[in-house]
């Protein structure tokens, strides 16, 4: 055997070593206790608690503050490895609380963070903890959600830059607080569609509300202020028993800019004509 022959096999052996070793670094990585990097790199974390299982495939159970009391629930994943290649961390995730079930993708990047496919129900028992409303017992369908929002301290970059998906709720009789009386409103079947928009130069999440009929009832935009924006139509008030205003249909006759996830009782100002 020639020296170069020989000199080349080495180089080759040396590689696939190399090749193995990397491996086998990759793979100890991914088996690591989640527990343990949560502890490293998040240890005051008290929205996370009994976390199981690795980086690859593992559980934990969240809670975040609501209105009326914590809401609690769990949250699995299984990692997409292939998203590295795209600069992202991403893997498949399902959670749940109570009877709400959501299963999709959720990929995150430096500047963004992303959800793919999500569908699931939302049952009524996390949407009476989260708003002080009287709600119907029916949950909203999430049907195939994909959100993108990017941060960043350019308006024209920051907030939502992608949307798409529906969510489907069959309504029924809802009683919210205001000025100390709570009003009460037959809500039709809905369906709302998700669509990016920009509006006021902000990138922002548009959620049009139909009816059956694909008439309007009425628009929510939240912008990267994690402000939303409520208009309502005269279609969809005319379902309220004390309402007596008078316009066209399709006039939004109500305007509301709250904090989201805040009650109606506590909007910054609304208008009727």
Do not use: C
Not at 171 to 184: D, L, N, Q
Not at 215 to 225: A, E, H, P, T
Not at 231 to 251: K, V
């Amino acid at each position: 055997m020639s020296p170069s022959s020989t000199s080349s096999h080495k180089r080759l052996r040396k590689l696939w070593w190399l090749v193995g070793l990397v491996l086998f670094v990759f793979f100890a990585l991914l088996q690591m206790p989640a527990a343990w990097v949560m502890q490293k790199y998040a240890p005051n974390n008290n929205h996370v608690q009994h976390v199981s299982g690795n980086l690859w495939q593992g559980s934990a159970i969240w809670q975040m503050p609501a209105p009326s009391a914590p809401l609690t629930g769990t949250a699995s994943w299984s990692w997409q490895p292939w998203q590295l290649f795209l600069g992202k961390i991403g893997a498949d995730v399902e959670i749940a609380t109570g009877q709400t079930r959501l299963q999709g993708q959720v990929k995150v990047s430096r500047s963004a963070w992303q959800v793919d496919d999500m569908s699931g129900k939302i049952a009524p028992e996390t949407l009476t903890s989260v708003v002080d409303w009287q709600l119907p017992n029916t949950p909203i369908q999430v049907n195939n959600v994909s959100l993108q929002r990017r941060s960043g301290s350019d308006e024209q970059v920051a907030g939502f830059t992608q949307a798409d998906g529906q969510l489907t709720w069959v309504g029924g009789e809802v009683g919210y607080p205001s000025g100390g009386k709570v009003f009460y409103i037959t809500m039709p079947a809905m369906r709302a569609q998700l669509s990016q928009e920009q509006k006021s130069d902000k990138n922002m999440l548009h959620i049009n509300l139909l009816n059956n009929q694909d008439k309007r009832l009425g628009d929510l935009y939240i912008d990267s202020d994690n402000m939303v924006d409520v208009s309502l139509t005269q279609r969809l008030l005319e379902n309220m028993p004390e309402y007596q205003g008078q316009a066209p249909q399709d006039t939004s006759v109500v305007s509301v800019r709250q904090p989201l996830f805040s009650g109606v009782s506590n909007s910054a100002s609304a208008g009727a004509p």
